[in-house]
């Protein structure tokens, strides 16, 4: 694969730097703040001149720029260069040169994106509770994750998604006794009763989602009904076989109601681990802690201290993590720890991302510290990437009217709804047929709720404004499912006409703006991978979303008078464009329909 037009620019500057004796680094061409001007600059003449007055010599930027200009004059890659204020370097690239990497990219269906050396990784994200509602924190765990999930796998590392379902705590015990309040008769309750339970549950997901609230609420108000939750999840924890034979039920019906949900988003995982799969790991982990000598006894319970400098009173530092309470109970901190064991013999993989909500940093700081503690693996294996709270307009966290929490079917369906009244209004998609409409509104409701979350920095709140979120103006989803269906749309007409893609020639500024567009995809990739940043490649899409437009307006590839090869090479930008939107929002997680 050639190189990016900014890498060849780049190459030459640093060179130039470097024949100057100044530090190569300082060469170092970027996009420009100004792309008016020019659509690189280099700023290095003024650190140059830093340089200089250090060594006590005399030092002007903007003499340093005219040297460095002088030097990079006759550079194949330069057509132009500029100095501006202090010191900026402005570089306009020759237009041959960005012809040639329109041509290399056109044969390239990864359209300049590089592989990188494979890692292997895990994803723990998703992140929904067996029994307890979903809120919109699991789903942006799910936009998140699997948006990360896609785009390194696409980078050519190994990624296992797991969901990590919270599927061992006190909701269990709620659940187990409230059933038990309803229908004492049935086996699972009946101690003496070791094996041959029914393979049909007794509960359906339905019955699970009345359960658990009325558990909670009767808990909240009477604390002997709490006790009999605790004790159910104290003996389901020591293995009672009915109680272990109801959790069984419980999981399994609800990952096949998760599975539909996480499905209806696009999202999917490769393993259905929870906290209970990696219960009969803790008692072998607690005892090889204990050898190591890294746990301590506290009043009654046992944990490991993960911070010297600790302060309980002054509640300063990092707390303990807590193996097991005082009653004998693991804890979140435990099935956490458990898991890394898990993961370490089962894929012993180079790097865990943890997508879950800022809040839980604290938990995953102690959990970390802990596993590092034990040996198992390095601290910069382990990384928890938070994300901030989605509020509503009234900038609480967003919930149902009621107040209550939100369900992830729910939250679908109102963006569903909200999408197909948007295309009604806008008449887009009207006059195809039910069938054909309804997949479109899924479409586009989707990629509104998805680009609406991914395009924020990911530590930042924002506010669910489903009205902005499906507005084909502006900043969001379906602007640019819109941008893609455009260019399919474009590319129907001109193959009816008999225009055929050709090599691309650079005839207009607005076409080497397109391409300098599309070349800063594998840029974006990479900075999106490595600071886990799904929002910048968001950025770079809605860009290539704006320049084709721009592109479209001043270069027409169907209208009379224009010469056959330049339509062609307009229809290879056409085609070019389509499909690096079709890959950067494949890896985002959104779908194009064919037609809108
Ligand atoms: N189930 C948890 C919750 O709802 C999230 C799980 C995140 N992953 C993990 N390995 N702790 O808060």
Redesign the pocket.
Known sequence: MSQSVLDLLNDATCSVFEQLGFPTELGTVRESDRPDLAPFQCNGAMAAAGFLKKQGEKANPRDIAAKVVEKLSGHEAVAGLEIAGPGFINIIPNEDIIAARANALLSDNRTGAAKVAPKSIVI??????VA?PM?V??LR?AVIGEALKRLLRFRGHKVIG?V???DWGLQMGHLISELEEEQPDLPYFDAAIEDGFPSESPVTMEDMARLYPAANAKSKADLERLKKSQLATAELQAGRPGYRALLDHFIRISIEYLKRGYGDLGVSFDLWK??ASVDPLIPDMIEAMKAQGITEESDGALIVPVDPDYDAEKRKGIPPVMLRARTGAVL?HT??LA?LTDRKTEINPDLIL????QR?AM??EQ?FRAAVKAGWYERDQLEHLGFGTVNGKDGKPFSTRDGGLLRLSDLTDMMRNAAAARLKETGIGQDFNAAELADIADKVGMAALKFADLQNQRTTNYIFDVERFVSFEGKTGPYLLYAAVRIKSILRRASEQGIKSGAIQITDKAEAQLLLSIDAFDRALGQAADKRAPHILCEHIYRLAQSFSRFYTECPILKEGVPDDIKSSRVSFAQLTLRQLELGLDIIGIEVPERM
């Open positions: 723990d994200y998703g992140g929904a509770n307890k809120h924190g699991h765990s797991d990590h379902l919270g929870g906290e979140y099935t956490d898991t943890y997508v879950v909500d839980q938990h995953f959990v």
